[in-house]
């Protein structure tokens, strides 16, 4: 067996969500919406599943969506991508699989910030490549010049970047984004960018793609998601946009992974990119004042929380607030006064910051005020 698997544990996510379903604690650990999603895109898969092709759809996706992918980022974001530049895959988890094995070579080292999505390093390292650790730490989470340069060795091939920032909750400013631009260009690494997070931001803010700044259009794999974008998480439908040259290759990997995406479902997005932006700006307002609801309730018991300018999430800063325990610790202590949540350590493979509880908002006011409830009744034991 190999041991990249066989040694890893479950992901902290179902660990924890079995802990939520076992005990009956409110789950504010995995990151999933309350809701059914926009409507209109609901009816359109339900249309497309009884009255269009249920059979393989093209092996880079429907060309319908590969062309509402690349108008959307031309409205949104001002990106220029041709739709063949745009593959659909299974999810953004599938386009992160596909672009490491497309691209990898054995032995090429991969920059990548921690804290990281816990999909990254496995992916990573069974696609032969070497992850080299960047420790990003509150309360800001920025990346300098120093760290940049501090991970490169002559067998620095990528950068990875994840924009906004799980579990973090930030968004790189543009000279962050300037200087990681550079910094690729100036030694030849392509960037792969996670932005499943891009429309899922706060206070006005808007998302900036690294693709955009000078000199990435042609060594950037933009990586994005449907199930981020209108709050449906279970349908895995992702894309990753790139310039031809490197499109071609990630579209092999892709053939032979999932080869296609549930055509309804594509159908689905596509109608959803199309015609859904006043939904997708709503649910901004909802998620943000969820946001809202949350940190009074926490700060209201003497929690000191991180800003959280995009995401699903919120973190509590335990040693800002006093609290001596380790987010492990703390989080045992949170499913005892019934609320789940997850240890930001979780997201780092080495010497991880232990201060820091990430809450999922994205629920129903009466689930969060609950939860909140819960952890006030338990307020001397969780502070203490
Ligand atoms: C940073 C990041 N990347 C990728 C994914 C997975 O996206 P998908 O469900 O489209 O595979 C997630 C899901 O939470 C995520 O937070």
């Given amino acids: 067996m190999n041991p990249i698997y066989s040694g890893m544990g479950t992901t902290i996510f179902e660990a924890m969500s079995a802990r939520a379903r076992a005990t009956g604690a409110i789950n504010l650990g995995q990151g999933f919406a309350d809701g059914r ?7 359109a898969a339900a249309t497309a599943l009884l009255e269009k092709s249920n059979q393989y759809p093209p092996m880079p996706g429907l060309i319908e969506l590969r062309q509402a992918v690349a108008d959307h980022y031309a409205r949104h974001q001002g990106l220029n991508l041709a739709a063949e530049e745009v593959i659909v895959t299974s999810g953004a988890t599938e386009a992160l699989a596909a672009t490491f094995l497309a691209l990898i070579e054995p032995g090429d080292e991969v920059i990548c910030f921690q804290p990281l999505y816990d999909a990254y390093v496995p992916l990573i390292e069974r696609a032969g490549g070497v992850c080299r650790f960047v420790r990003l730490e509150p309360p800001h989470w920025g990346i300098d010049a120093a760290m ?8 620095t091939r990528f950068l990875l970047l994840c924009n906004p920032l799980n579990p973090a909750a930030t968004m790189s400013s543009a000279e ?9 260009v100036a ?3 392509i960037a792969i960018c996670d932005e499943v997070w891009e429309h899922v931001t706060f206070d006005g803010a808007r998302h900036l793609p690294l693709i955009g700044f000078p000199g990435m259009r042609e060594r950037t794999v933009k990586i994005g998601s449907a199930g981020k974008i209108f709050a449906l998480t279970g349908w895995k439908v992702g894309w990753m946009c790139t310039a031809p040259p490197i499109a071609r290759v990630l579209a092999k990997a892709h053939q032979f992974l999932t080869f296609t995406t549930p055509p309804n479902l594509q159908w689905a997005v596509t109608e959803g990119l199309q015609t859904q932006d006043a939904w997708v700006q709503e649910a901004r307002h909802r998620f943000q004042a969820g946001r809202d609801r949350l940190k009074a309730g926490l700060e209201g018991m003497g929690l000191v929380t991180l800003p959280s300018a995009a995401t699903y999430f919120l973190s509590v800063d ?3 607030s006093g609290i001596a325990i380790d987010d492990v610790a703390f989080c045992e202590k949170l499913i005892d006064a019934g609320v789940v949540a997850i240890p930001v350590s979780a997201f780092y493979a080495e010497r991880p910051v232990t201060n820091v509880v990430r809450f999922c908002f994205v629920k129903e006011d009466a689930t969060l005020d609950a939860a909140l409830e819960r952890m006030r009744a338990a307020r001397e034991t969780l502070l203490g």
């Avoid at 962050?176 to 690729?184: G, H, K, M, P, S």
Wanted: aromatic content about 4%; overall charge negative; proline content about 3%.
């Fill in 148 to 155: 940049l340069e501090g991970a490169l060795t002559d067998k």
């Fill in 318 to 320: 335990l040693a800002a």
């Fill in 187 to 189: 030694h030849d690494l």
């Fill in 37 to 43: 999603g926009p409507e209109a895109v609901l009816q």
């Fill in 176 to 184: 962050e984004l300037a200087r990681i631009a550079d910094f690729c």
